[in-house]
C-alpha cells in the first residue's frame, strides 16, 4: 500500500501569510489534482485552484494537468498577476527617458 501514494506538499502565500500542506497522495497523480485535493481551498476560498497557474518548485506549469508528480515535488499555487509585467518594463522605461530628457534640458 505505502508504494502506492506519495508526499508532497501543496503551497500557497499572499503578502501577509503563506500555507504550507503536506499531502499523502496516490502515486501517478497530476499538479492540478493534488491542488485540488489538498484542502488549500478551505483556507483561502477565494481562490479557483481548477483554473489558477501552478508551478513546482519556482517554475510554472505551462500544462499542470499533464505532469505526473514524484515524492518531495512542493506543487506552488500563484496568484494572477495584477498587472502585465511587459507593460510595467513599458511605462518604467518611458518614465526614465522623461527624466533623463528633463535632466538635459536643465
Known sequence: MA???IQVEVVYALANCQKVLRVV???GINAREAAL???MGAHFPELDLA???LGIFGRALPRPEERLLEEGDRVEIY????ADPKEVRKQRAAKAAQARGG????
Open 51 to 53: 483554473t489558477c497557474p
Open 3 to 5: 508504494e502506492d501514494v
Open 103 to 106: 535632466e538635459r534640458d536643465a
Open 25 to 27: 497522495v496516490r502515486k
Open 37 to 39: 485535493c489538498s484542502g
Open 79 to 82: 496568484r494572477p498577476l495584477i
